[in-house]
């Protein structure tokens, strides 16, 4: 099946640093959704991206399909956007189930 | 438009006990899904439904597992007797088509 790596698996940032957070992908997809789980455990969807660049407030997110890559900007952060970030992907060739990358563990401190 | 909802929010069990969880998905959406996320491990697929039919049962681990969808409406998930390792999070989106997946707040399960 599908395999998803995402990078860097933790990040440690201060309040109001940017960062970016990868996700590649090693097939082609029709569908990629960015998440963010927080503290209570609850998936907030950020972004269904499958292809090519969205902004949502101080998040944007951009896809690269024929690179087989996402990325998701977080700037000035806070500590609200503590959590865990995960991108899911569903392959061409396949049902539409998604695949889950193992998520990135985001800490912004005060 | 309601989105994708899940009853209980949050269960705590002793094992051996059964657990039933609820989905409804958002209206006229055909496909329905279920996921977990247990013991901090990534989140996984579980099945999937096509109106009232399974499409994909594959990502199930084992027969103490049975979803129904009834009537294509909303979707249960028992877990029957239930284990230390059944712990963590199960989630449900559903979506039209092949296109985005609605997730819901998903469920908490406990087990003792």
């Known amino acids: 099946g599908i395999q998803v790596e995402q990078s860097p698996p933790d990040l440690i940032l201060q309040e109001g640093a940017n960062s970016t957070l990868r996700c590649n992908f090693s097939?082609?997809?029709?569908?990629l959704q960015w998440f963010h789980q927080n503290p209570w455990g609850q998936l907030i969807n950020l972004f269904y991206?499958?292809?090519g660049t969205k902004q949502n407030g101080r998040l944007s997110a951009t896809t690269v399909a024929t690179e087989r890559y996402s990325l998701l900007y977080i700037s000035s952060s806070q500590t609200t956007d503590s959590g865990v970030y995960f991108c899911?992907?569903?392959?061409?060739?396949?049902?539409?189930?998604?695949?889950f990358g193992k998520g990135t563990m985001l800490l912004v401190s005060p | 438009e309601a989105g994708v909802t899940q009853f209980p929010s949050h269960s705590v069990i002793e094992k051996g006990q059964t657990v039933t969880l609820r989905c409804d998905p958002i209206s006229g959406h055909d496909n329905l899904y279920w996921y977990r996320r247990v013991m901090g491990k990534e989140i996984k697929f579980l099945l999937h439904?096509?109106?009232?039919?399974?499409?994909?049962e594959s990502g199930m681990p084992n027969n103490r597992f049975l979803a129904e969808r009834t009537g294509g409406t909303y979707s249960t998930l028992k877990v029957q007797p239930a284990e230390l390792e059944d712990s963590g999070v199960y989630f449900c989106a559903s979506s039209q088509g092949l296109a985005r997946q609605y997730f819901g707040p998903g469920t908490r399960l406990t087990v003792t």
């Open positions: 439904f096509v109106k009232e039919s399974k499409q994909d």
């Open positions: 899911a992907v569903a392959a061409n060739s396949g049902y539409s189930t998604l695949t």
């Open positions: 991206i499958p292809s």
């Open positions: 097939d082609s997809v029709n569908n």
